[in-house]
C-alpha cells in the first residue's frame, strides 16, 4: 500500500473509532507510530552481544589496567617472607587483592556505574568526601606516583643515560616528566584505552611474566627459610593485598568496562546483561592476575635468598638479572614498565573526567583536565618508592579501606536484597578502624 493511501486510510480508522479526536491529534497519532516503529527496526538491526574476541579484549584491558606497581611488588616480597608457607600467604593475598576487586566490580556495575551514586547513600557531603579521597588516592597521591617510582626503580640499570641509572631527585623528575607525556598521548582519547590496553599491551606483558615465570620455576632450586608460622604467614598474605588498593581500581574502571560493553553492543539496553558481561570480563582478567600472582610469589620464594635486604622496587630487576640475564631482564622490565604504564592510563582517564564534571563544572575540557592531574603527579613522584608505599600503608589501608569494603557489601546488599542501612554500618567501621590504626601507633 502506497504511504499516503496507508495514512489516509489509517486517518478514516480513527475518525471512525474516536470521532471527537481533531485531525492534527491523528496526524500526531500516526506519526508517532512510524517514528517508534523505525527505531524498533534499527534497534533490531543493532548488535545486542558481544562476540568472545570483544570479551577477551576486554578481559584482558581489565587485567591490564590492574597490574600495577603494588601487583608487583607484594606477591614477590610475600614469597620472600613467607618460603615454604606461600601457599599460605597467597590464600590470604587473594582474598584482599582477588575477591575484594571482583565484589567492588560486581557492585559498581549493580549501579551501573555510577559512582556518585554509589558513595552518595552514605550521604550527599560525605559521598562527596569520600569520592574525592579516592580520587586522590588512585591519581596524584598514591597510586600513579607508585606505577612512576617503581617503573624508574626497575629500569634504572637499562637506561642509556648514566645520570638516569641512579635514583635521584634530577633523574627521578626527568623519567617523571617523560612517563607521563607518555600516558597524556595514550589516554587524551578515551575511546582508544580499552583497545590499546587490551590489544597491544596486555599480551606483550602477559607474554614476558609468563616467560620469566616458567623459566624460573625450571631453575628453581630451595625456598627461603623463614620462622613465622603459617597464621601469621596469611595475615600478612591479606594484609599486603589491601596495600595493592585494587578496589579502589575497579570501583573505578567499572564506569569505563560498561561504557565500552555499551558500545560493543549498542542494542542490548538491559542492565542484567550487560552486568553479566561486565562480570564476565572481570572474572577472566582478575584470574589471569591470581595466576601472574603465584607465579610471582614462587620466584620470590625460590630466587631471593641474597636479595633480603633489598628495596622492595629492585626486586623484579634483581630475580630478572639473576634469571635471565642482563639483555632478556631489559626486555622483561620494559614490559612491566608497560603495565605501570597501562595504569596510570585507565586511571589518568577516570580521575580527570572526574576532575572536568565534578571541580571543574565542565568548564574546562577533558585535555585540560588531563594535563592538570598529571602535572599534579610530579610532586610525590620524584620523591622515591619508599616514600610513596609508605603513604599507601599508613591511614589510607588501616581505616580508609574498611570503610570503602564496609560501603561497598552495604550497597550490594541494597541492590540484591533492598538493604537499606549504610550510614550506621559505615560510621561503626570507620569509628573502630581508626581506633585500631591510632592504638597500633601508640603501641
Not at 122 to 127: L, Q
Not at 180 to 203: D, E, H, R
Not at 269 to 292: F, K, Q
Not at 323 to 337: H, N, R, Y
Request: hydrophobic share 55%; charged share 10%.
Amino acid at each position: 500500500m502506497h504511504p499516503l493511501s496507508f495514512r489516509a486510510h489509517n486517518t478514516q480508522y480513527y475518525l471512525t473509532i474516536q470521532p471527537q479526536l481533531s485531525f492534527f491529534q491523528i496526524k500526531c497519532i500516526l506519526y508517532k507510530r512510524i517514528i517508534l516503529k523505525r527505531s524498533a527496526l534499527r534497534k533490531a538491526t543493532m548488535k545486542s552481544f558481544i562476540t568472545i574476541q570483544e570479551l577477551l579484549s576486554l578481559s584482558l584491558a581489565i587485567f591490564c589496567m590492574l597490574f600495577g606497581a603494588g601487583n608487583l611488588i607484594y606477591p614477590l616480597a610475600l614469597g620472600q617472607q613467607a618460603g615454604a608457607f606461600t601457599t599460605f600467604g597467597i590464600m590470604g593475598f587473594f582474598i584482599t587483592a582477588l575477591l575484594l576487586p571482583l565484589t567492588g566490580l560486581v557492585a559498581m556495575i549493580l549501579f551501573n556505574g555510577d559512582y556518585q551514586t554509589f558513595f552518595g547513600r552514605i550521604g550527599k557531603i560525605p559521598g562527596h568526601i569520600i569520592t574525592a579521597c579516592c580520587m586522590l588516592i588512585i591519581g596524584p597521591v598514591v597510586v600513579i606516583p607508585r606505577c612512576i617510582t617503581l617503573s624508574h626503580t626497575m629500569i634504572a640499570p637499562f637506561l642509556p643515560l648514566a645520570f638516569l641509572k641512579t635514583i635521584t631527585c634530577a633523574s627521578s623528575t626527568f623519567f617523571c616528566i617523560v612517563f607521563l607525556m607518555f600516558t597524556f598521548l595514550a589516554a587524551y582519547k578515551k575511546n582508544k584505552i580499552v583497545s590499546v590496553l587490551g590489544n597491544i599491551i596486555a599480551p606483550i606483558l602477559l607474554a614476558a611474566i609468563s616467560f620469566i615465570i616458567i623459566k624460573g620455576l625450571f631453575i628453581a632450586d630451595s625456598v627461603v627459610p623463614t620462622t613465622t608460622t603459617p597464621f601469621t604467614i596469611f595475615t600478612t598474605g591479606f594484609m599486603m593485598g589491601y596495600q595493592t588498593l585494587d578496589l579502589l581500581g575497579t570501583l573505578f574502571f567499572a564506569s569505563i568496562i560498561i561504557s565500552i560493553i555499551k558500545k560493543m553492543a549498542p542494542g542490548e539496553d538491559r542492565l542484567t546483561i550487560l552486568a553479566l558481561y561486565g562480570l564476565r570480563a572481570g572474572v577472566i582478567g582478575l584470574s589471569l592476575l591470581g595466576c601472574v600472582y603465584i607465579g610471582m610469589s614462587a620466584l620470590g620464594a625460590f630466587h631471593t635468598h641474597e636479595y633480603m635486604h633489598a628495596n622492595p622496587g629492585e626486586l623484579f630487576t634483581l630475580i630478572s638479572y639473576k634469571i635471565l640475564g642482563p639483555s632478556v631482564a631489559a626486555l622483561v622490565s620494559i614490559s612491566v614498565l608497560l603495565a605501570c604504564t597501562s595504569t596510570a592510563i585507565g586511571l589518568s582517564a577516570v580521575v580527570a573526567e572526574y576532575c572536568r564534571v565534578t571541580l571543574f563544572r565542565e568548564t574546562i575540557t577533558y585535555v585540560q583536565s588531563l594535563v592538570l592531574l598529571l602535572l599534579s603527579c610530579i610532586p610525590l613522584s620524584v620523591f622515591g618508592l619508599q616514600y610513596v608505599l609508605q603513604i599507601a600503608g599508613g591511614p589510607i589501608v588501616y581505616v580508609g579501606y574498611p570503610i570503602l569494603i564496609a560501603t561497598t557489601f552495604c550497597n550490594i546488599a541494597y541492590k540484591l536484597w533492598g538493604f537499606r542501612y549504610i550510614k550506621i554500618p559505615v560510621m561503626i567501621t570507620g569509628i573502630f578502624a581508626t581506633i585500631s590504626y591510632v592504638a597500633s601507633v601508640i603501641i
